[in-house]
């Protein structure tokens, strides 16, 4: 049966609870495992949800096997961190958003669900926010812009958001302009500092992002230097003409 298992017999008191999974340019997924590390989360509750693979994860230095897609918990900051190694199945998402949010119910918990916006970004990556029950008002008190245009969320966060919107659930979308090739911690640290630090009450060291942004950059730009000098070697098409 479909649940959500929990290891730890201490609750958590109205947490924010912060979804990562995988996505454009892993920007919830990269935002996620910074806090689960940065703040040493202890391992809470396994999803035993429809739509996740059976495969078991292990860690460097621990032998211990685990679920694909597991939720950490800070029990002194009251924050939830949902972790996840795969994706969730297309066809089986509505019945995970259902499993998870749930849960989320139960536990009386503020979901933050995380999006990248596939964009060519000029300066810093731009960040907005949508919103579903009563949590509106959080954008506001927190000074996070509504939406510049009208669009959609697809895939199991915008299955989760749409069943937040079905049952008048509390909970917040944050949507950023992300690289759609590659990771992309620049956005992920914009989510962390402008939407998930503010609303979690939280403050958090985000240096390792810009070092990982900047050794992605940097091997973008090799990237493109190699694909330059290679010149009449590269694949190209060229007409031959007739004789």
């Not at 806090?35 to 999803?47: G, Q």
């Not at 694909?68 to 089986?92: F, G, K, M």
């Not at 949507?175 to 914009?190: G, I, L, M, Y």
Request: charged fraction near 20%; proline fraction near 8%; hydrophobic fraction near 40%.
């Amino acid at each position: 049966m479909a649940h959500v298992e929990v290891h730890d017999d201490r609750s958590l008191e109205s947490p924010v609870l912060i979804e990562g999974l995988p996505g454009v340019g892993l920007v919830g997924k990269i935002a996620t495992d910074h806090l689960v590390d940065t703040f040493d989360m202890s391992y809470y509750a396994s999803c035993r949800c429809a739509g996740l693979p059976d495969v078991a994860v292990y860690h460097e230095g621990d032998p211990t096997v685990e679920p694909p897609v597991r939720i950490y918990a800070d029990h002194e900051r009251d924050l939830l961190a949902l972790q996840s190694d795969v994706p969730v199945s297309p066809s089986d998402a509505t019945e995970f958003a259902a499993c998870l949010s749930g849960w989320i119910d139960e536990q009386d918990a503020l979901p933050l669900y995380l999006s990248g916006l596939p964009a060519e970004k000029d300066g810093p990556p731009k960040l907005h926010g949508i919103a579903t029950g009563d949590a509106g008002d959080l954008l506001e008190e927190y000074d996070i812009p509504a939406p510049p245009q009208s669009g959609l969320i697809s895939g199991p966060t915008g299955n989760l958001l749409s069943r937040a919107e079905q049952d008048d659930l509390d909970g917040l979308g944050f949507v950023v302009e992300s690289n759609a090739q590659f990771p992309d911690p620049e956005a992920a640290r914009t989510l962390l500092i402008d939407a998930i630090a503010p609303v979690a009450g939280i403050e958090v060291d985000t240096q390792k992002l810009v070092d990982q942004a900047e050794e992605i950059a940097n091997a973008r730009q090799q990237l493109a230097q190699q694909m330059g000098q290679a010149g009449d070697e590269s694949s190209q098409a060229q007409p031959i003409g007739f004789q």
